[in-house]
């Protein structure tokens, strides 16, 4: 994406209190996994009840609040806004949000940038959320990777069920060219929508790549359609994907169940492969799937997908 100087917190719904909605802090990220950005520029709203002003959402301290209370109830869409200053705009690749009342918290909410403060573009749409915890902070992910990569660049498991936890998980994730017994995510970028706000940076998309078994990429599973993938620097012929389940505790129930794996063709998200009913986990237990399903370990791929044929 481009800079842009305006971004918000676009809400159309809370998480179940008629009358209050607020935030503790909001960040806006330039980097994966990076600093705060907001900071010299003015924080505002469509509204706020005083003296809970917009600025306390974004002055760093967890004593301070936005908060909007109507008791006659509030009505939706509220946004909350950061203006970075004229020539000073920021691409946003993610944005985290700490809860003040779990009851009172944004629900379904969308990021929004703008270049004149009138016209609004939305990065990205999430909700209904359900697992916010006072006084923690959840990350999501804003990178538009779908529109800065070329056919079969990036990879991605899109998941919609799992094996029964509030969360989902994978330890590692492995995907391999035809032939190859080894994974050929190096030197690229993992992504995923978003990362569950229990364990911090720990549990980010990189965790799931990075060789170490002990370690794992959470999501939000309750909250929406969930996706892990990976960006690669060229366009890639994967036809295996290995999963490893986490290595501890629920590890087994957060486990996918339902899932495609999908690649990118330059345009829109294409489906290579359906699986459905993956049940029966184990904890580190490393399953492999390609075009045809299940199976024992990579192999070369004999269903790759007609997109590849030259005419």
Not at 239 to 260: D, E, H, I, R, Y
Not at 265 to 279: D, F, K, R, V
Request: with cysteine; hydrophobic share 35%; glycine share 10%.
């Amino acid at each position: 994406m481009a800079a842009h100087r305006y971004w918000r917190v676009y809400i159309t719904e809370n998480t179940g209190s008629a009358n209050y909605l607020d935030l503790r802090e909001v960040e806006f990220r330039e980097t994966i996994g990076g600093a705060d950005a907001t900071g010299s520029g003015t924080a505002y709203a469509s509204s706020y009840t005083s003296p809970y002003i917009p600025a306390n959402a974004f002055d760093n301290s967890a004593s301070t609040l936005w908060h909007i209370t109507n008791f006659s109830g509030i009505t939706y869409p509220q946004w909350l806004a950061y203006d970075f200053g004229a020539g000073n705009g920021k691409d946003i690749l993610e944005f985290g949000l700490t809860a003040n009342d779990r009851s009172q918290t944004p629900a379904s909410f969308q990021l929004q940038y703008s270049d004149d403060n009138s016209v609004w573009t939305t990065t990205l749409t999430i909700g209904p959320t359900v697992e916010w915890t006072n006084g923690v902070l959840r990350v999501f992910n804003a990178d538009n990777y779908d529109t800065q990569n070329g056919d079969h660049t990036a990879w991605q498991i899109h998941f919609t069920a799992n094996n029964g936890a509030t969360e989902i998980a994978l330890s590692q994730v492995g995907m391999f060219l035809a032939g190859s017994a080894t994974s050929d995510c190096s030197g690229g970028s993992p992504f995923a929508n978003s990362v569950s706000s229990l364990g911090g940076t720990a549990n980010f998309p990189a965790s799931a790549f990075d060789g170490v078994p002990s370690s794992q990429w959470l999501g939000n599973y309750q909250d929406y359609d969930n996706r892990l993938g990976y960006r690669f620097s060229s366009g890639k012929s994967i036809v295996t994907v290995g999963l490893t389940a986490p290595t501890g505790g629920t590890g087994v129930s957060q486990a996918p169940k339902n899932f495609t794996i999908e690649y990118w063709n330059g345009s829109s998200w294409q489906t290579y492969a359906t699986l459905t009913n993956i049940t029966g986990w184990s904890l580190g237990q490393t399953r492999y799937f390609n075009s045809g399903g299940e199976i024992s370990a990579p192999v070369a791929g004999s269903a790759w997908p007609t997109v590849f044929v030259t005419t």
